[in-house]
């Protein structure tokens, strides 16, 4: 049984934190590509970040470079999402990725809401 479940999501002020938490079932993340998106209302699915498997290189999209850091905990098969100095623009549904190209195997996450609002 191969399952993403994220949590950790909900209301935050303007500049809070939030830290949300991908964990995975069925296979090991360590030998997987994965990424954090989301999605707003009307918007489309953006890539918001993602660690590889190889070298546990990183890579942000602009808008939430220097605020946002995504990390892998292999022990507990977990991914997570630091998420500070956030902003409203920062609503959205965020979904969780596993990428492994070479067997052409990719899973998605259910999602969590992240709301930022005063």
């Known amino acids: 049984q191969v399952q993403l479940v994220e949590s950790g999501g909900g209301l935050v002020q303007p500049g809070g934190s939030l830290r949300l938490s991908c964990a995975a079932s069925?296979?090991?993340?360590?030998?997987?590509?994965m990424s954090w998106y989301r999605q707003a209302p009307g918007k489309e699915r953006e890539l918001v970040a993602d660690?590889?498997?190889?070298?546990?290189?990183?890579n942000y999209a602009d808008s939430v470079k220097g605020r946002f850091t995504i990390s892998r905990d292999n022990a507990k098969n977990t991914v997570y999402l630091q998420m500070n100095s956030l902003k409203s623009e920062d609503t959205a549904v965020y979904y969780c990725r596993a990428e492994f190209a070479i067997f052409r195997l990719r899973y998605w996450g259910q999602g969590t809401q992240v709301t930022v609002a005063s």
């Open positions: 660690i590889s498997s190889a070298d546990d290189n990183t």
């Open positions: 069925g296979f090991r993340v360590s030998t997987f590509v």
